[in-house]
């Protein structure tokens, strides 16, 4: 019998000689399988070099970051000393650079994801695959990469390095997981974009372990010795129990249980990972204690994020804030609130809004619609009620207003009846986009809710185009709701809006899409492009075709539309036939007199004729912010992919870039 990896070298371990039969040699035999002294060393060094990958993968995208915001602060100076086309990409330097983005980008944007079928099955973007990819290969290529050692050890081996690579998954794990979120901060990139990753790691860890778990036991089960190791050491009862814990912390986390009970998925999933932790501690073997250092890394990551969120969510309402309710047409509830702490935010921020009284211990996430020198610095949400705390507010809100509408009809009505109640705010988060200021050309594309983060990005450029000259030209706000009245959830902020733009010389186009109205849909001619009615069939709704996101041979095939689309004039036509026969003749048509400057199309977006057409026509890089359902999030990804592709961007036509933020309401 020789030494194995508990020498100071690893000589092959073999069992010649060995009586299995005999307790006493079985046993140490199997000791000396166990013995990791030598191959624990390796394993940490290997879960290092795990760690010097993430250094230098965050290192480069924060260096990216911070090139990011360089060049934009630079464009909007440029802009300010009035240089022309501060948006554009003028020297070979910046040609060369803006080339390699394009190409970045229209292999990271596209994302196929299933829409109806298989809705709970979200496939990430490209971009997120391709890093996911990578990661899964550096892990294998780490677990695998000179661990072929000969002998009764072999699978030892690379049981402890999978072992030794799962614990160091946890700070991973932890960092990705606080919303207080260093690495998003090094990064720019929000919190809840953050989370894919979270889940994936958490993937990735599962993985190692299974490895770990199937090496362990198969090198025992070689020698008839798992039972043995079973009644003589205390680790596998432990490593079994963390094992169980992790499936179930990746099986609970997957969106259609995580989604179903989303207030008991939180607690549990704390709970279970406390516990997770606990058997891991208890499981890693005296002779090794030392790896615990990666959970105590992980578990210090956990508190600090908590003390931080702890300290602002004190600070953020020691002094609680006030908000009162408003139902609108469609549900929706504008949740208007009066913060003194909170006077500061990022357009396109979210926060967890909480009104203990209407949802006791219940805090969500919503968009802030405002900007702090809008609304008189107040906090304005357009919340959706859909289940719970949602719904509540939104049935809450529509009591209130009927009894208001009484108490005026009996002129019994003061401005001081307008009951506010008491809110907490979390945050606010968010917001990691690039400066849409900063870009020649903006369209901003929502559909429903997804106003709030559009709308909001819409009345920072107004407000600062009133402060400073900027880079901006051209402005595109395009909104996709069912019916005409959901446009009163903003008609004023609009306006004013686009009324400071269009003083300040930025062309700005407002474009409605009415997908869901009888009044709006029946009329003859009103049908703009992809959206066939067939009245007979009943109301004429398009939210289907909506959220049908175009695939990509679509895309292809469509090369040749795109070119008979700019000549055509039919398009323009039927909007103005539509706008101005409802304005006669519908019943909503006081609110749509009240937008104007507005034009109402009916039926869902051609996402390619409006990416294409506003680059065609930019003269620096063009920035598209979206928010709204999956199927408007996956198509305007695709398209913005293949319209950079098809105008070959930086390569010699002239073409400037489109920059892309998709923002979606779940994680
Ligand atoms: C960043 C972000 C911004 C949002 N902004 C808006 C907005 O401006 N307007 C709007 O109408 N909707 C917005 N939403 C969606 C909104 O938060 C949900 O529709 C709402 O929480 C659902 O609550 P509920 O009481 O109706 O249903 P519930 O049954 O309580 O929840 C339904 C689903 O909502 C999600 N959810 C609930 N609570 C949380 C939470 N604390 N954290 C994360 N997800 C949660 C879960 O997926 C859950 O399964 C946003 C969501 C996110 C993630």
Redesign the pocket.
């Known amino acids: 019998m020789s030494m194995g990896g508990g020498g100071s070298t690893l000589t092959p371990l073999n069992d010649s000689g060995v009586d299995f039969s005999n307790f006493t040699q079985a046993y140490d035999f199997q000791q000396e399988i166990l013995d990791d002294t030598i191959l624990q060393v390796i394993a940490n060094t290997y879960a290092r070099y795990f760690w010097y990958g993430i250094v230098v993968v965050i290192g480069l995208a924060t260096l990216a970051n911070i090139g990011r915001i360089v060049h934009l602060k630079l464009r909007i100076r440029a802009a300010a000393a009035n240089r022309a086309r501060p948006a554009a990409a003028h020297t070979r330097l910046s040609q060369f650079v803006g080339g390699l983005i394009a190409v970045c980008r229209e292999a990271s944007y596209p994302q196929f994801s299933p829409l109806s079928t298989y809705s709970w099955l979200k496939v990430p973007p490209f971009g997120i695959l391709i890093l996911l990819l990578t990661y899964l290969a550096f892990l294998l290529a780490l677990e695998f990469d000179d661990n072929d050692i000969p002998g009764a050890q072999h699978y030892t081996s690379l049981g402890v390095r999978a072992s030794w690579l799962a614990v160091a998954q946890i700070p991973l794990l932890l960092l990705l997981a606080g919303k207080a979120n260093l690495i998003g901060a090094l990064v720019g990139v929000s919190y809840?974009r953050l989370n894919v990753l979270h889940r994936w790691v958490a993937r990735g860890m599962l993985l190692l372990i299974t490895l770990h778990f199937g090496y362990q036991s198969y090198g025992w089960n070689q020698y008839g010795l798992m039972q043995l190791e079973w009644a003589t050491d205390t680790c596998p009862p432990t490593g079994i129990a963390a094992y169980a814990l992790l499936l179930w912390l990746n099986l609970s986390t997957l969106a259609p249980i995580r989604?179903?009970f989303?207030e008991i998925f939180v607690v549990q999933h704390i709970l279970s990972f406390v516990a997770f932790v606990y058997l891991v501690m208890a499981h890693i073997p005296s002779t090794a204690l030392y790896a615990r250092t990666w959970v105590y890394v992980g578990i210090g990551i956990y508190f600090l994020d908590r003390l931080i969120r702890t300290l602002c969510y004190a600070y953020h309402n020691i002094r609680p804030a006030n908000a009162t309710l408003e139902a609108l047409d469609g549900g929706v509830t504008k949740i208007r609130v009066q913060s003194k702490q909170v006077k500061s935010w990022a357009p396109g921020s979210?926060v967890?809004l909480a009104i203990p009284r209407l949802g006791f211990g219940q805090?969500?996430?919503?968009?802030i619609a405002s900007i702090p020198s809008s609304h008189d610095g107040d906090l304005v949400?357009?919340?959706?009620g859909?289940?719970?705390?949602?719904?509540n507010i939104n049935k809450t809100a529509s009591r209130r207003d009927s009894s208001y509408s009484k108490k005026e009809a009996a002129g019994s009505v003061s401005s001081s009846s307008e009951q506010a109640y008491i809110a907490l705010i979390g945050g606010p988060y968010?917001a990691s986009h690039s400066d849409p200021a900063a870009f020649d050309t903006v369209l901003l594309i929502s559909g429903s809710?997804g106003i709030?983060f559009t709308l909001s990005n819409l009345l920072s450029l107004a407000h600062r185009a009133r402060a400073s000259k900027l880079p901006l030209r051209r402005v595109d706000f395009v909104w996709v709701v069912k019916q005409v009245c959901w446009t009163t959830w903003v008609t004023e902020e609009l306006a004013t809006a686009v009324r400071d733009l269009k003083e300040k010389g930025i062309d700005v186009n407002v474009i409605i899409h009415v997908t869901c109205d009888d009044n709006f849909t029946r009329l003859e001619g009103s049908h703009g492009k992809g959206c066939s009615c067939d009245l007979s069939l009943g109301p004429c709704c398009c939210d289907a075709d909506i959220q049908a996101a175009p695939s990509f041979e679509k895309l292809q095939d469509s090369s040749d539309e795109i070119t008979d689309l700019k000549n055509e004039s039919k398009v323009e036509t039927s909007e103005k036939v539509a706008v101005t026969v409802i304005s006669k003749s519908s019943t909503e048509n006081l609110r749509v007199k009240s937008l104007p400057f507005a034009t109402f199309v009916s039926g869902r977006p051609d996402l390619l004729e409006i990416v294409y057409n506003l680059a065609e026509q930019a003269e620096g890089e063009m920035a598209v912010l979206a928010c709204g359902p999956l199927g408007l999030s996956t198509g305007i990804r695709n398209t913005v992919a293949r319209v950079s592709d098809d105008r070959a961007v930086h390569k010699g036509t002239g073409a400037e870039g489109i920059y892309l933020h998709v923002e979606s309401?779940?994680?």
């Open positions: 809840e989604n179903r989303y979210h967890f805090s969500h996430p919503a968009t949400f357009i919340l959706m859909r289940k719970g705390f949602t719904q968010g809710t709030t309401f779940c994680w």
